[in-house]
């Protein structure tokens, strides 16, 4: 703890030292812990109306941001020389930090200068729920400085009474800045702030300022300043307030958050005004505070004007509680695929009451994953499936839970099987300016048409060829499931050959290997967005890719391309080679024979991407340094190199990391660090937001997982000018002195928080109780009423094969769900006791 202030007064608590963010929360009453876990999902589909540019040159190059307060997290693609650009873009994320707003930023590009803001859409985190999982079109507010911040401050005030020479008493009120938390970032780097302390009234303006504190977004000032608040009797000086009494009801403090900015002009970062009166009551106060804008900030009068922009946002809070809870709800959803029928399950249930069914199938999948019971359950809604279709040419064409099921098992299981076979073909289609644009509208001044086709049929022939060789490298599981559809749609349409081809191309092809070609990025096959260009050529590919699968699975002698061009183009792939080939790769798939993955001979890109990493040896001068530095992390090793593609200028073999954590800012006064720890030195590593540093270090965690001698302990700061900065241990080889936030995990398949998946299916039943209730009403009146149905609205929206089995699921859903009801109310209401309105969990200026 940090010492007080020599001069500073009785009855004044010490300033805290800087702590790290306790993410797990206090329990019930046996003190077990609550993980709170926030995560992100989306869609930024489109903005419209944008302003134009003056002049001849009305349109703009868009591109927009998520920003978490003032923290960028993601980015889109650009979108070139348009008003209304079309986005279409899916992010899903894990929050690992507080925040006060989600903001999405359209930003105009500008490559001589700085791109510029041309709007915002800024929803605060309580705000959140009242649009999820609903498509809003929101107004674009104009971007503010003075509106633009974030973080809090630790405040005390103290009003002393103070003896003059000649025994009259005047008062003095002592404020102490204690500490701000969670300033922004200024240009990707923690700021050097500093604080202004005013005591403003009617007729004063008294102002102080604090010491400039460097590299930090988490300052502690700890300062003092002391203001005269009455004059005695006997006071005589003239000044501009020559008042015998200073009226304490209409003062107040007023503290301005500044970034220093040396050569150029200081950023506002916020302000809080406390009032004096405050005190009127207690000796002294003390309370954090949240940073508000200034006044006169985003107070503009035109706020239509600037466009609108499409947004489907889903935030998700859950209060994860000790395993022991969810054994009951964990049982009633493993036992799903052994109900008959499936559509009395609970699993099932929930998929029909919910919402949006995406809600339901990413926990319930990951879930039945993990317990090796996911084959069975998709087996058995595929079949439900199967019932309803009336024509073989539409086999698993829907969005049904069936589909959605498998859609989210290929992304979760597939995503190894995509980087061995389409990584380096994608990169080679990235990195290079091969033109393949073959529709003659687009065609630019000087391009070749013939040229621009052999490029593609090129790329084309080789993704194909790689496709139809990889089926060595296809997930068991993924296998498992192809082969009971191949055998459910062969009984379904006995007279139709081709239906147990396309039952599996449909999902391999057009929901597999088409969507990750043309959305690389969204798969972790690509680091960034590729450029238009490069898109373009992407969509070309993956429309050639899909219909090959699907033409060749169908052995239909046309394709069923709308554009002439694309036809013409896909005349060149009409051959019995292609059909065969993609039937005896189907034929593969679809084997229940056991098969080694051919993936473990070359290593599997797993993540890159550019970072900071803090110099291994000294410079020059003596000094340690941070470099940018393009990262790659293999299922083998992990590198860094100058520039992408560039010989690797150090090297950590996978097996040798002992450690993956992350590093106190306090370390180096940087945001969003961790540390790699293996058998050398630490290296210490600067991600550009907190999300991608939680990636990194979830990515490095999984990787290493099974690694002998993984420590136990490790140091969360770093070790400078002899000593470690936690510990203060001289030795550079001494032991950790807090234990590893992952330990070694069982050896499983799939590496799922069960029980975060398992509280997230609460929450959702949680959620769509009213649905449960009127699909319960709807079994009873479906036993007992067994005439024709004359009012079938109530129910007619649900699948109920078996009322009597189905009703008895809903009571036991209500039975679990109630149990778990208790410790989570219990929850809360501890949380909102022990989080006093002023603390630092609960400053003063949040709104519930």
């Known amino acids: 703890m940090a010492a007080a202030a020599p001069d500073a007064p009785a ?53 927009c941001t998520i920003n978490l307060d003032q923290e960028e997290v993601y980015r889109t693609q650009v979108v070139e020389k348009s008003l209304s650009p079309f986005f279409s873009e899916e992010f899903y994320f894990e929050i690992p930090r507080t925040f006060q707003y989600l903001s999405f930023y359209v930003y105009d590009k500008n490559v001589l200068q700085r791109d510029l803001r041309i709007g915002k859409v800024a929803i605060k985190k309580e705000d959140l729920c009242n649009h999820s999982g609903k498509e809003t079109w929101f107004s674009l507010q104009p971007v503010d400085s003075n509106s633009e911040v974030q973080g809090k401050v630790h405040l005390e005030l103290k009003l002393n009474e103070l003896i003059t020479e000649n025994g009259t008493v005047c008062q003095q009120l002592v404020v102490h800045v204690k500490a701000c938390h969670g300033l922004p970032l200024i240009n990707g780097q923690s700021c050097d702030p500093y604080a202004t302390v005013s005591l403003v009234g009617p007729s004063r303006n008294d102002q102080k300022k604090t010491k400039v504190k460097k590299k930090t977004s988490n300052p502690q000032f700890n300062e003092i300043f002391y203001f005269e608040v009455t004059r005695s009797s006997s006071y005589t000086r003239k000044s501009q307030f020559q008042v015998e009494e200073e009226d304490i009801e209409k003062l107040e403090i007023r503290i301005d958050l500044w970034n220093n900015g040396n050569l150029v002009q200081d950023v506002f970062l916020g302000e809080i005004k406390v009032p004096v009166n405050v005190l009127r009551n207690d000796a002294s106060h003390q309370a954090w505070y949240l940073l508000q804008p200034r006044d006169n900030g985003n107070k503009s009068s035109k706020t239509d004007d600037l466009g609108s922009l499409r947004l489907n946002i889903c935030y998700t809070e859950d209060y994860v509680l000790p395993s022991e809870y969810y054994g009951p709800l964990k049982t009633l959803l493993l036992k799903s695929p ?30 039945l994953l993990h317990h090796d019971k996911l084959v069975p359950f998709a087996t058995a809604v595929a079949e439900l499936d199967l019932k309803e279709t009336q024509d073989a040419n539409t086999i698993f064409r829907g969005n049904s839970l069936a589909t959605r099921c498998l859609d989210e098992m290929m992304k979760i299981v597939g995503g190894h099987y995509l980087k061995v076979t389409l990584k380096p073909i994608l990169d080679e289609i990235c ?11 687009k065609l630019k001044e000087g391009d070749n048409v013939e040229n621009n086709k052999e490029n593609l049929r090129y790329y084309v022939d080789k993704l194909f060829s790689t496709i139809v060789k990889s089926s060595m490298s296809c997930p068991t599981v993924m296998c498992d499931i192809f082969y009971s559809l191949r055998q459910m749609a062969t009984q379904r349409f006995p007279n139709d050959p081709h239906v147990q081809y396309s039952a599996v191309s449909s999902f391999v092809f057009l929901r597999f290997f088409a969507v990750a070609v043309v959305s690389p990025h969204t798969f972790h096959l690509r680091p960034h967005h590729p450029d238009p260009q490069t898109i373009r050529t992407l969509t070309l590919i993956s429309k050639t890719i899909q219909t090959l699968g699907s033409w060749g699975s169908l052995s239909k002698s046309k394709s ?27 034929d593969e798939i679809s084997s229940t024979e056991t098969k080694e993955s051919s993936g473990t001979s070359e290593p599997v890109h797993l993540k890159e991407g550019e970072m900071y990493k803090r110099a291994q040896g000294r410079t020059r001068i003596g000094k340690k340094n941070f470099k940018k530095r393009w990262f790659c992390l293999t299922s083998r090793e992990l590198t860094y190199h100058k520039q992408p593609g560039k010989d690797a200028i150090y090297t950590i073999p996978v097996k040798n990391i002992l450690a993956v954590e992350k590093l106190e800012e306090s370390s180096f006064n940087k945001k969003n660090m961790f540390q790699v720890i293996h058998t050398e030195k630490p290296l210490y590593v600067q991600a550009n937001n907190c999300v991608e540093a939680n990636e990194w270090i979830d990515v490095l965690c999984r990787v290493s997982r099974c690694n002998q001698n993984r420590l136990s302990s490790y140091h969360p700061s770093a070790y400078l000018n002899g000593n470690w900065l936690c510990c203060l241990e001289t030795s550079e080889n001494a032991l950790g002195c807090k234990p590893c936030t992952a330990g070694v995990p069982a050896d499983i398949q799939i590496d799922i928080d069960e029980d975060r998946e398992t ?30 149905q004359k009012e079938p609205d109530d129910y007619s929206n649900f699948v109920i094969e078996d009322s009597v089995t189905t009703f008895k699921t809903i009571q036991q859903i209500k039975s679990v769900i109630e149990k778990l009801d208790e410790p989570h109310e219990k929850y809360r209401k501890k949380r909102s006791s022990s989080a006093k309105y002023g603390s630092k969990e609960n400053p003063i200026g949040k709104i519930f």
């Open 11 to 63: 009855g004044f608590s010490e300033a805290p030292a800087p702590t790290a963010t306790a993410e797990p929360e206090a329990g019930g009453e046996d003190g077990r812990e609550v993980r709170v876990l926030q995560s992100l999902r989306g869609k930024i589909c489109e903005a419209k109306n944008l302003l134009p540019y003056l002049g001849p040159n009305k349109m703009r190059d868009c591109f």
């Open 338 to 367: 052994d109900v008959q029928p499936i559509s009395a399950s609970a699993a099932y249930i929930l998929g029909e009451i919910c919402r949006d069914k995406n809600d339901a199938v990413l926990p319930l999948v990951r879930l």
């Open 431 to 441: 990195e290079s300016s091969k033109s393949c644009e073959i529709d003659p509208i």
């Open 759 to 788: 509280e997230r299916i609460y929450s959702l039943f949680t959620l769509s109780l009213l649905k449960l209730h009127k699909m319960e009403e709807a079994c009873g009146t479906i036993a007992v009423y067994q005439g024709p």
């Open 560 to 586: 069923s391309f709308k554009e002439t061009f694309m036809c013409e183009f896909f005349k060149m792939f009409q051959e019995e080679g292609y059909i065969m080939a993609v039937k005896k790769f189907l």
